[in-house]
């Protein structure tokens, strides 16, 4: 689903895809890629941190694969070991500096908007779909779509309502925060 959900958008947008389940083999390695990864020590020190005394074996799996795909390989890895986000964030940059000049960005609020929509639509459709094959009642977390550039917040919907605030123009999914009097988003 995060190949068709990236396939869907249009050519010239630029985004950031990530996630354990993006692997090497699934993306390939290209200039336009680059790997976040932590040592084994420290993976297993975070994992820990979530989750003292947990079972990590499927979390280590999943480091293990990716690691294992990009021996190797010329892939751009960044070792993130002790590093805070604003550091990982500076390193990406750094990275693709050009490509992130020369590439389109939504830059004024209806562009943020618009790409903002595409994702909430695409977290929609698949889970309709789970919905559909598993019948359980679902409440998804989408992004905000109020478009200020710092916004992190999201929006807790449960399908019901979103066939109804999709068919509304953007913003139509805004967190309580951004919310204007009498808009129920």
């Given at each position: 689903?995060?190949?068709?959900?990236?396939?869907?958008?249009?050519?010239?947008?630029?985004?950031?895809?990530?996630?354990?389940?993006?692997?090497?083999?699934?993306?390939?390695?290209?200039?336009?890629?680059?790997?976040?990864?932590?040592?084994?020590?420290?993976?297993?020190?975070r994992l820990e941190h979530r989750n003292p005394g947990g079972a990590h074996d499927g979390q280590i799996w999943g480091w293990n694969l990716i690691h294992n795909q990009l021996e190797g390989t010329t892939a751009t890895i960044i070792n993130v070991d002790h590093q805070t986000i604003e550091q990982t964030l500076t390193a990406v940059e750094q990275r693709f500096n050009g490509l992130l000049k020369s590439a389109f960005s939504a830059r004024t609020a209806e562009e943020r908007q618009s790409l903002i929509r595409i994702g909430n639509h695409q977290l929609a459709i698949q889970a309709t779909e789970r919905q559909k094959s598993d019948g359980r009642q679902t409440i998804l977390q989408?992004?905000?779509?109020?478009?200020?550039?710092?916004?992190?917040?999201?929006?807790?919907?449960?399908?019901?309502?979103?066939?109804?605030?999709?068919?509304?123009?953007?913003?139509?999914?805004?967190?309580p925060d951004h919310r204007s009097p009498g808009r129920d988003g």
């Open positions: 689903m995060i190949l068709e959900d990236i396939a869907s958008l249009p050519v010239e947008t630029a985004v950031v895809v990530e996630g354990a389940f993006v692997t090497p083999t699934m993306a390939g390695v290209t200039e336009n890629a680059v790997w976040l990864m932590p040592s084994k020590t420290e993976q297993l020190t989408l992004d905000c779509e109020c478009a200020q550039p710092n916004c992190t917040n999201f929006v807790e919907l449960p399908i019901e309502r979103l066939q109804s605030l999709l068919a509304n123009t953007p913003p139509s999914i805004v967190s």
